[in-house]
């Protein structure tokens, strides 16, 4: 079974940088598509952005370029670098996957249990 473990989570201050890494395994497809999204306390769970298998990106505008994602195919293992921290960043992120026919369109079915995210002063 496709399981996903995030880690790298921890609490900065503003303008600091972290690196969240998902640990990826299970996958029997060369096809898929893998996301970071997040969900702030009280707000809804938003996208940050994804890298499919093709090597395309794509950002969430909330970003602003700050953010990076990568993808080590050798290991399959994310990772979302996240620099110039603000407080709103401050989320549990969560990785995400989908596989074979389920990467067109990134239509994700496997979910990590997420890491926490603390940006303050």
């Known amino acids: 079974a496709v399981q996903l473990v995030e880690s790298g989570g921890d609490s900065v201050q503003p303008g600091g940088s972290l690196r969240l890494s998902c640990a990826a395994s299970?996958?029997?497809?060369?096809?898929?598509?893998m996301a970071w999204f997040r969900q702030a306390p009280g707000k809804e769970r938003e996208a940050v952005g994804f890298?499919?298998?093709?090597?395309?990106?794509n950002y969430d505008d909330s970003v602003n370029g700050r953010f990076t994602i990568s993808l080590d195919k050798a290991d399959l293992t994310l990772y979302l670098e996240l620099n110039s921290l603000k407080p709103e960043d401050t989320a549990i992120y969560y990785c995400?996957?989908?596989?074979?026919?389920?990467?067109?369109?990134?239509?994700?079915?496997?979910w990590g249990q997420g890491t926490q995210v603390t940006v303050s002063s």
């Open positions: 995400a996957a989908a596989t074979g026919i389920r990467a067109l369109g990134c239509k994700y079915n496997h």
């Open positions: 890298i499919d298998s093709d090597g395309i990106t």
């Open positions: 299970g996958f029997t497809s060369s096809s898929y598509c």
